[in-house]
T-cell receptor
Framework: KAGVTQTPRYLIKTRGQQVTLSCSPISGHRSVSWYQQTPGQGLQFLFEYFSETQRNKGNFPGRFSGRQFSNSRSEMNVSTLELGDSALYLC???????????????FGEGSRLTVL | AQTVTQSQPEMSVQEAETVTLSCTYDTSESDYYLFWYKQPPSRQMILVIRQEAYKQQNATENRFSVNFQKAAKSFSLKISDSQLGDAAMYFCAYRSAFAGNKLVFGAGTILRVKS
């Protein structure tokens, strides 16, 4: 069974540009969440999508947005890039089980964004 | 808001020995889940062990076990018979039972295993 796939793995952008990152979840998983990982702030939750609807959102500015398609693939977009947006962006997918939502999160290898 | 604190930025252990990583959390909720995730260098994060807050019994997965103290809001990870492959960053994480898949992570503990 293929794991969570994130593309691109590495990218370099300049300030003011925008970027789109893609995440293909494990087949059958309907929940996709995104996290930002930086040395200073650690791992921070960006947002979660479930069945094409945003279910949760973290405390990030509106420059950070996302969406999910009918096949559960997800994209996140960052507009007007700032130096501080340089980070490893992790995507995780899950298949919620029952009403307790105890589904394990399966992470991708991440997309490393460098903003110059 | 919930917070997770890992007070040990770095730990070292001799191969085959036992090491304990500490984690405390703060929440006013009664239903939640706690996790330890492992992130090897340049590799993807994987789940090590999970604990449901309503379960009194401590979770165990092979060489990995937790000491879950709900009243003290403590959730430590014990790794027995440490192996070189255990070297990684370990993150403690909290998830509310009512917040989908939003994880609140601690700052992480780098575990070094010496041969």
């Amino acid at each position: 069974k293929a794991g969570v796939t994130q593309t691109p793995r590495y990218l370099i952008k300049t300030r003011g540009q925008q970027v789109t990152l893609s995440c293909s979840p494990i087949s059958g998983h309907r929940s996709v969440s995104w996290y930002q990982q930086t040395p200073g702030q650690g791992l921070q939750f960006l947002f979660e999508y479930f069945s094409e609807t945003q279910r949760n959102k973290g405390n990030f500015p509106g420059r950070f947005s996302g969406r999910q398609f009918s096949n559960s693939r997800s994209e996140m977009n960052v507009s007007t890039l700032e130096l501080g947006d340089s980070a490893l962006y992790l995507c995780a997918s899950s298949f919620p089980t029952g009403g307790e939502n105890t589904g394990e999160l399966f992470f991708g290898e991440g997309s490393r964004l460098t903003v110059l | 808001a919930q917070t997770v604190t890992q007070s040990q930025p770095e730990m070292s252990v001799q191969e085959a020995e036992t090491v304990t990583l500490s984690c405390t959390y703060d929440t006013s909720e009664s239903d939640y889940y706690l996790f330890w995730y492992k992130q090897p260098p340049s590799r993807q994060m994987i789940l090590v062990i999970r604990q449901e807050a309503y379960k009194q019994q401590n979770a165990t997965e092979n060489r990995f076990s937790v000491n879950f103290q709900k009243a003290a809001k403590s959730f430590s990870l014990k790794i027995s018979d440490s192996q070189l492959g255990d070297a990684a960053m370990y993150f403690c994480a909290y998830r509310s039972a009512f917040a989908g898949n939003k994880l609140v992570f601690g700052a992480g503990t780098i575990l070094r295993v010496k041969s």
